[in-house]
């Protein structure tokens, strides 16, 4: 039950993380066509490229807990034959 609930906290950061990566983009995409905004496209290029790392972490973790739990189902499972 506890890697339920850690698993759709996962998933729920995951999701606000990658809306939070789209909107980086967004801005970047808009203000790369201003001219005098380059400093503006690479803040937001470079808050985009942290989220997706954070979004990274997070997925492995989540594939860590996935593969665990696999682990322990199949261990249990060989135990009850």
Known sequence: ????????EINTAIIE???????HLKLAHDFSFFAGLTKQV???QNEAEYLQN???KL???????????QKQFLSLEAVNG
């Open 1 to 8: 039950m506890e890697d339920k609930q850690t698993l759709f």
């Open 17 to 23: 993380l990658m809306n939070q990566k789209d909107r």
């Open 42 to 44: 690479k803040f937001h």
């Open 54 to 56: 954070r979004i990274d």
């Open 59 to 69: 997925t492995d973790h989540k594939v860590n807990i996935l593969n665990q739990s």
